[in-house]
């Protein structure tokens, strides 16, 4: 009976595990790249900001505290990723490498952008953003949304848009998630 308890909590124990991993469990591939990666396994053990991006948006200067973010809490392992998104407004109408290019000269972006993503309810969001929203009660409801996933891959938060980078409840939810280990 030892055994078979055992066994039911082990079973219960890894799909709650491939449940909480679900949110990340995706192959995209780099910004203007050929080369994919699954985000569960690259950025395992990270705490990730997943943002939504535009290049044309009033929101578009918060490249500039993402990437200040992802410098400042990167050693301590934050992950920021952009996902380059054409569905408010056609806010983002360049091509991978324009995207690309507009981040690194503009804002001077290191942290992964990954492809041109959509993320909208009712715009066939991809199944991540999906996953996401699920999780969080909402999807993006404009440029730079931005999902706060902890080390173990369950959400920890969302936040609206018109949050900046440092905005004091997402960095003291950032400095909480890095300090839990």
Request: glycine share 8%; net charge negative.
């Amino acid at each position: 009976m030892k055994k078979l308890i055992t066994l039911t909590l082990l079973a219960v124990a890894s799909i709650a595990g491939a449940e909480s991993q679900a949110l990340l469990d995706y192959e995209f591939r780099r910004l203007a790249s050929e080369d994919t990666v699954n985000l569960s396994e690259e950025f395992a053990g990270d705490v990730v900001l997943v943002v939504n991006t535009a290049s044309k948006c009033g929101n578009t200067p918060q490249y500039d505290g993402l990437e200040k973010l992802y410098q400042e809490y990167g050693e301590r392992g934050l992950t920021v990723v952009g996902f380059p998104s054409n569905d408010f407004m056609g806010q983002e109408p360049g091509t991978e490498e324009e995207i690309q290019e507009f981040c690194r000269l503009t804002y001077k972006v290191k942290f992964p952008m990954m492809e041109k993503t959509v993320v909208k309810k009712g715009g066939d969001a991809h199944p991540m953003y999906v996953a996401l929203a699920e999780a969080s009660g909402t999807y993006p409801t404009w440029n730079f949304h931005k999902y706060l996933i902890g080390r173990d891959g369950k959400l920890i938060s969302e936040f609206s848009p018109r949050t900046k980078p440092y905005d004091d409840k997402l960095v003291a939810a950032i400095e909480s998630a890095l300090d839990a280990s």
